[in-house]
């Protein structure tokens, strides 16, 4: 055992000698989060640290666990990988720490922007940004003789195109499947048709409006020329079918579109053509209909300051600026580290971003509105009832939760 | 048995029902009858990667004090178990005052989730229940009467849907009926329709997962049944048999009676498990057009904001379903109990 540390500790200080800045520390560091390769090459980072342990558990099963890893004392877990939407769950179970003292002592190299503050206390530290935005096919759209669209509107005119040159039956592809994917859609479009979620200053719901209605009515019209089985396809599924060449044009993660044509077997058409763009407008809006999105990490409230202060240093070596030096790494995202030069993949991201794309609401009660969002949406996309109806029963239904939790 | 040998035998199997059945059912009716405390919400300047803005979040310090004297929250009675999510009395007689006919007030009452839950559950109960016990039985027979030297494999492979596990045989069936699946493809070219979609449509999909629900439930009653034929007195058979009851009669008035009290118990069972359906929906993605009470658990426990009051309160509306599902069975148990006694 002792051996094999010593083994261990050789090839960490080898590992850290290597990279540009050596990273001691002096207490315990474990870090929870999603598992996309950007956030493993975080994890990968932080374990370069020598001095103490750290240790990573990185699944898709996160957070599912992050606050419950969180809440003892002292906590499982040092540190969580959050994004915008799921940072809220932390803060409102109160298991995170205010980082400007570190930030202060530790942190000389991030950017002002990195800092994620909440009532003016540094909450996380982001170190990637994503979005939804088109990715299409080139050859194809040239096959039709149109540009890529800059509107829903013009999707659907080129998927028409598509399919009544015999092209492809269903050429718009959607992450559409009943549940959280089918409630960002409907929020992507929601945003991008100028509605806000809730009444100003207040948790009362508001997707029961003209802006509601348009954007399900979008999302109908869109699913028309949508594989039959959309209400059961997540972005994995969507992906599959982009890959298979059975789609031409859809509404898709950045942080999944780097990747997308790489997996084996996907045929040379799909690997030439495929293109991407900025996210698309809808309804004569200037807004895109689509949301930013940032991941960063955060510092778990109930662990001694030692380690509180070890995982600052593990995770700000983790994203420090030399790690873009390694080309793999510099494609796997749109980081927000400084000296990032975009990469082509990153277009998407870049440009949703200077189109003043909404974020993602980072309220207390946002979760509870996209689940309800999720389940109430798939009767109306089903043809079973109206638009009206269904954002109604989203409303009741977000009502009804919100009361339990005590935001309304 | 004197009452004290019988207590101190009872006892450690009474200690452990009560420490893992009872209590644990004990807390989740007190956390279904308690909500989390009113939200305390300040307005914030949040600054992000992309821009500062004036958002709510909740003021920790304020709710901390909340939370201090009263760790358990509000206490709200049954309010949770009437409101939208649950029992919806206010929205059930709304539809009903509403409604001009019964069948615009059933589809008022399918709009509401737990009645949505209910209506897919009890069809797949009062499906799946006879026809897992009829196709087991068949089995059973028909394994009990081939070659002996043969049935060790024919078992074993009978065997193989239950011992799947139930979320990797529902994905199996899941890939086998999409539209480019070999099932859903089969189908799509016996019906002539290339755009069927057995994933599309709300009723094929309940088909799908009944079938489910029988091709793995089937195996278990068939090898509870075929223990049971191991049982079968011979001489009772060859006395029907002399009689001159035809195969079909010796069925119906020997093996039947005989194996009554296992057709009780896999019903119990099968009741009770199809109550809780739960793999195949996930399995098969079918939450836009099936769902359940252990979904609706799932559903409220999964989301980024976890309301465990909900889900306790369904928890507790399960457990009273259960019962009230098998008290005929456990009613008629007992009447023949008595009656030997």
Same mark, same amino acid.
């Given at each position: 055992m002792f051996v094999k540390k010593l083994a261990l500790a050789g090839v960490m200080t080898v590992l850290a000698g290597s990279s540009a800045m050596a990273c001691g520390i002096d207490a315990r560091v474990s870090i929870v989060g999603n598992e996309f390769p950007a956030i493993q090459t975080v994890g990968a980072g932080a374990q370069e640290c020598s001095g103490a342990e750290v240790t990573t558990n990185l699944t898709a099963d996160h957070q599912k666990i992050n606050v419950p890893g969180m809440q003892? #004392?002292?906590? $499982?877990?040092?540190s969580a990988i959050i994004a915008n939407s799921s940072i809220v769950a932390l803060m409102n179970e109160d298991v995170i720490r205010p980082l400007d003292d570190l930030v202060a002592k %530790?942190?000389? %190299? *991030?950017?002002?922007?990195q800092l994620v503050t909440i009532n003016g206390k540094v909450m996380a530290v982001a170190f990637m940004a994503n979005a939804q935005h088109l990715v299409y096919r080139a050859d194809v759209l040239e096959q039709i003789g149109v $540009?890529?669209?800059?509107?829903y509107e013009d999707m659907l005119a080129a998927a028409k195109m598509i399919r009544d040159k015999g092209i492809?039956? #269903?050429?718009v592809g959607g992450?559409?499947?009943?549940g959280w994917n089918l409630a960002q859609e409907f929020n992507n479009m929601f945003l991008g048709m100028g509605?806000? %979620?809730?009444k100003s200053g207040s948790?009362?719901? #508001?997707?029961?409006s003209e802006a509601g209605v348009k954007a399900l009515n979008m999302m109908k019209s869109l699913s028309e020329y949508m594989n039959p089985d959309f209400l059961t396809h997540d972005s994995n599924a969507t992906n599959a079918e982009f890959r298979a060449g059975n789609v031409a044009i859809m509404n898709m993660w950045g942080s999944r579109a780097?990747? *997308?044509?790489?997996?084996?077997?996907?045929p040379q058409e799909v690997v030439d053509g495929f293109a991407i763009a900025g996210p698309m407008t809808a309804g004569?809006?200037?807004?895109?209909?689509s949301t930013l999105w940032w991941d960063g990490w955060t510092v778990a409230k109930n662990v001694s300051d030692a380690e509180a202060e070890a995982t600052f240093v593990a995770m700000t070596h983790a994203i420090r600026? $030399?790690? *873009?030096?390694?080309g793999d790494v510099a494609t796997q995202a749109v980081w927000l580290i400084d000296g990032y030069k975009p990469t082509p993949a990153a277009v998407g991201v870049f440009a949703a971003a200077e189109a003043n794309t909404i974020p993602y609401p980072m309220l207390p009660y946002m979760g509870l509105l996209h689940t309800a969002l999720g389940n109430e949406l798939a009767d109306f996309m089903q043809g079973k009832e109206s638009a009206e109806q269904a954002l109604a029963d989203v409303e009741a239904a977000y009502t009804a939760a919100a009361k339990e939790k005590g935001f309304l | 048995m004197k009452h004290r040998t019988f207590f101190w035998f009872f006892m450690p199997t009474g200690l452990a029902m009560l420490l893992f059945i009872a209590l644990p059912i004990l807390s989740v009716v007190v956390q279904s009858m308690h909500t989390p405390h009113e939200a305390v919400l300040l307005t914030v300047e949040n600054c992000t990667p992309f821009k500062c803005t004036e958002e709510t979040t909740i003021d920790q310090d304020a709710t901390a004090a909340l939370r201090a004297a009263?760790?358990?929250?509000?206490?709200?009675?049954?309010d949770i178990y009437l409101d939208r999510a649950h029992l919806a009395i206010g929205e059930v007689g709304e539809a009903w005052a509403s409604s001009a006919s019964w069948s615009a007030f059933f589809s008022a009452l399918s709009n509401l989730p737990f009645y949505r839950a209910m209506s897919f559950t009890l069809v797949f109960i009062f499906t799946v229940t006879p026809m897992v016990i009829i196709l087991g039985l068949l089995i059973a027979l028909s394994v009990n009467s081939i070659y002996a030297q043969l049935r060790g494999i024919v078992i074993f492979f009978s065997l193989l849907p239950f011992v799947i596990t139930p979320l990797i045989g529902a994905l199996v069936l899941y890939w086998m009926i999409d539209s480019r699946g070999i099932l859903g493809n089969l189908l799509q070219w016996m019906a002539g329709d290339?755009?069927?979609s057995l994933k599309a449509s709300t009723g094929l999909m309940w088909v799908s997962l009944i079938i489910y629900g029988i091709w793995h439930a089937a195996p278990f009653a068939f090898v509870i049944f075929y223990a049971g034929l191991q049982t079968l007195p011979q001489d009772q058979m060859e006395a029907a048999q002399i009689d001159g009851a035809s195969r079909f009669q010796r069925v119906r008035y020997v093996i039947l009676p005989h194996l009554m009290p296992l057709v009780t118990f896999v019903t119990l069972i099968q009741l009770m498990d199809n109550f809780r359906v739960f793999e195949p929906i996930i399995g098969f993605n079918a939450e836009a057009h099936a769902t359940s009470l252990s979904w609706a658990v799932f559903n409220d426990l999964g989301?980024?904001?976890?309301?465990f009051s909900s889900a306790a309160a369904t928890s507790v509306i399960t457990i009273i379903g259960v019962a009230i599902l098998l008290t005929p069975v456990l009613i008629r148990t007992w009447r023949d109990f008595r009656g030997k006694v």
């Open positions: 003892g #004392n002292p906590a $499982e877990y040092t %530790h942190g000389k %190299h *991030l950017k002002k922007n $540009e890529p669209p800059k509107t492809m039956p #269903n050429p992450a559409y499947k009943a509605g806000s %979620h809730f948790a009362a719901p #508001n997707v029961n780097a990747t *997308l044509v790489t997996a084996d077997g996907v004569g809006g200037s807004t895109p209909a600026p $030399e790690i *873009l030096a390694d | 009263e760790p358990l929250g509000r206490f709200v009675g049954l290339p755009s069927l989301g980024e904001t976890r309301q």
